[in-house]
């Protein structure tokens, strides 16, 4: 194993670089964070679609060695790190695992619209940059005009309240799913053992609020005690921190 240090390239309020952070907590693993400002799309820059070619965070460095993908990074970070592990061995726990991961990246894609319609229009809005502005603030991390124009669209119009609805609505119902699979009241989703499911899951759940979803404990009680169970674990708290100022997010 390579004893280069880790590299973590993650974004403030990143549900998935969340994950990345809370797995190196538990995993007593310690990395360096290059904070992205994806507002303005440096997560789009060609040396960083070189690490990721999603031009997504997270994304990973170690040594020689890129990884993309959260739950591959986590998988890695619990073959290196010390610890229980967070893959469970048998084969049959390790698929629902798996499907779990597959369940939350499938809602992951009405998430992102409705990011869009609120926490990313605001935070581009909040940032102070005009659409005057916006073309050289872009430019100088892509030359693709795709992400210019998305840029664009986000600043010149207000919240599209029909979409917003309906992509929550489709996301609750995907979370009923959830509820039921938690009627056995099993601490954690793959049973009694915590696991990547469990890191996989929260800290997507925790962004509701951001979408205009407060009362998630209330629709769904069990997913709500889920919630508690992984807030109270020690790598919670410290996997939410900020990062430092002038970090270079937004
Ligand atoms: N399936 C990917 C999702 C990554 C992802 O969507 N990351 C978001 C932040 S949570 C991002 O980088 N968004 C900026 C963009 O799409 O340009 C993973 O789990 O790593």
């Given amino acids: 194993m390579s004893d280069a240090p880790l590299i973590l390239y993650d974004a403030l309020n990143s549900p998935a670089g969340r994950r990345v952070r809370i797995t190196l907590l538990e995993k007593n693993l310690r990395a360096e964070v290059h904070w992205l400002n994806l507002a303005l799309m440096e997560?789009?820059?060609?040396?960083?679609?070189?690490i990721n070619p999603n031009g997504t965070v997270p994304a990973l460095r170690h040594g020689e060695e890129t990884?993309?993908?959260?739950?591959?990074?986590?998988?890695?970070?619990d073959g290196i790190g010390t610890g229980p592990r967070l893959v469970p061995q048998e084969p049959r726990l390790q698929r629902?695992?798996?499907?779990?991961?597959?369940?939350?990246?499938?809602?992951?894609?009405?998430?992102?619209?409705?990011?869009?319609?609120?926490y990313a229009r605001e935070r581009l809005r909040g940032s102070g940059i005009t659409a005057e502005d916006l073309?050289?603030?872009?430019?100088?991390n892509t030359p693709n005009p795709a992400w210019l124009h998305l840029a664009q669209s986000l600043l010149a119009r207000g919240t599209d309240a029909a979409v917003l609805a309906d992509r929550v609505a489709i996301l609750m119902e995907r979370l009923a799913w959830m509820e039921e699979q938690l009627a056995d009241d099993r601490p954690?989703?793959?049973?009694?053992?915590?696991?990547?499911?469990?890191?996989t899951l929260a800290p997507r759940i925790e962004m509701f609020p951001f979408i205009g979803v407060t009362d998630i404990s209330e629709r769904f009680p069990r997913i709500g005690r889920f919630m508690s169970r992984m807030r109270a674990r020690?790598?919670?708290?410290?996997?939410?921190?900020?990062?430092?100022?002038?970090?270079?997010?937004?």
């Fill in 234 to 250: 020690p790598s919670w708290e410290p996997s939410g921190r900020m990062p430092p100022a002038g970090a270079g997010h937004t």
């Fill in 96 to 118: 629902r695992m798996r499907e779990w991961i597959a369940y939350e990246q499938e809602w992951a894609k009405p998430f992102r619209d409705a990011i869009y319609e609120t």
């Fill in 135 to 140: 073309p050289a603030r872009i430019g100088i």
């Fill in 188 to 199: 954690w989703l793959l049973g009694d053992d915590f696991s990547l499911a469990d890191i």
């Fill in 67 to 77: 990884i993309f993908e959260s739950a591959l990074i986590c998988e890695y970070l």
């Fill in 43 to 50: 997560q789009k820059r060609p040396e960083f679609l070189r």
